[in-house]
């Protein structure tokens, strides 16, 4: 957790003092409906992420043997836990791409999409090691190296759909943005399968999640295109 923060203050978000600083600040001040509504965004979109990306790399993985199955959902858990370190790192210079936030929003519809499809679809074909797949509506891989593949690219896309939605959600919020950054990690490394076993009890959660998404997807489509420095329209 600490060497994460340093590596974050390699940013634009400064150094360890201004990043305590603007967790200091916005926390102080998280009674504020906006920093509320940013903080209760990036926490649903965290949980959520977090629960769903363990959800897919069990039912990617579920048509393998038990002792493949194992390994490539360890192997799943433990590339999705980098890539949203990575990632995080590179949140101040990934905001800095022109289109990028537009992009982003663009993914976390899909994202939305594919929650949707989750929940209205059953395959009846899980791992037993994570609770929910089943629901999942993928196909699992027949090969230990179809399935590593498969894991791989979704990896990659809900890692990145984590933190851009997190910074999407809290972009005028930079304490809450690193507090999010730092929470998606802990629960990707930590607490994924439960949040899994969670929302596949309590399926509200995961409706109300849905909306969560949607709303902080249609808010970056929109900023991404109107705002003057990193938007759409400053490309003409």
Same mark, same amino acid.
């Given at each position: 957790?600490?060497?994460?923060? $340093?590596?974050?203050?390699?940013?634009?978000?400064?150094?360890?003092?201004?990043?305590?600083?603007?967790?200091?600040?916005?926390?102080?001040?998280?009674?504020?409906?906006? $920093?509320?509504?940013?903080?209760?965004?990036?926490?649903?979109?965290?949980?959520?992420? $977090?629960?769903?990306?363990?959800?897919?790399?069990?039912?990617?993985?579920?048509? #393998?043997?038990?002792?493949?199955?194992?390994?490539?959902?360890?192997?799943?858990?433990?590339?999705?836990?980098?890539?949203?370190?990575?990632?995080?790192?590179?949140?101040?210079?990934?905001?800095?791409?022109?289109?990028?936030?537009?992009?982003?929003?663009? #993914?976390?519809?899909?994202?939305?999409?594919?929650?949707?499809?989750?929940?209205?679809?059953?395959?009846?074909?899980?791992?037993?090691?994570?609770?929910?797949?089943?629901?999942?509506?993928?196909?699992?891989?027949?090969?230990?190296?179809?399935?590593?593949?498969?894991?791989?690219?979704?990896?990659?896309?809900?890692?990145?759909?984590?933190?851009?939605?997190?910074?999407?959600?809290?972009?005028?919020?930079?304490?809450?943005?690193?507090?999010? #950054?730092?929470?998606?990690?802990?629960?990707?490394?930590?607490?994924?399968?439960?949040?899994?076993?969670?929302?596949?009890?309590?399926?509200?959660?995961?409706?109300?999640?849905?909306?969560?998404?949607?709303?902080?997807?249609?808010?970056?489509?929109?900023?991404?295109?109107?705002?003057?420095?990193?938007?759409?329209?400053?490309?003409?």
């Amino acid at each position: 957790m600490t060497i994460l923060t $340093a590596l974050i203050a390699g940013g634009s978000l400064g150094g360890p003092g201004a990043i305590w600083h603007h967790i200091v600040s916005d926390f102080a001040n998280i009674t504020e409906p906006a $920093a509320l509504a940013a903080f209760g965004q990036v926490l649903m979109i965290d949980l959520l992420l $977090a629960g769903d990306n363990a959800i897919v790399v069990g039912a990617l993985a579920a048509g #393998l043997p038990a002792k493949d199955r194992r390994k490539v959902i360890l192997i799943g858990i433990g590339a999705a836990l980098v890539l949203r370190i990575a990632f995080a790192l590179a949140v101040t210079w990934l905001l800095g791409i022109v289109g990028l936030i537009f992009a982003g929003g663009l #993914l976390l519809l899909w994202v939305a999409w594919k929650f949707w499809r989750e929940l209205r679809e059953n395959d009846n074909a899980g791992s037993p090691e994570v609770e929910g797949d089943e629901h999942s509506g993928l196909r699992s891989a027949k090969s230990f190296v179809g399935a590593a593949w498969a894991v791989a690219v979704a990896d990659v896309s809900m890692s990145l759909d984590n933190v851009l939605g997190v910074a999407g959600a809290a972009r005028a919020h930079p304490g809450i943005l690193i507090v999010g #950054l730092l929470l998606s990690v802990v629960l990707m490394g930590l607490a994924a399968n439960v949040l899994a076993r969670f929302i596949e009890r309590y399926r509200w959660i995961a409706y109300l999640g849905l909306v969560v998404i949607l709303y902080v997807a249609c808010k970056m489509i929109y900023e991404g295109w109107i705002d003057p420095q990193l938007g759409i329209v400053s490309l003409f």
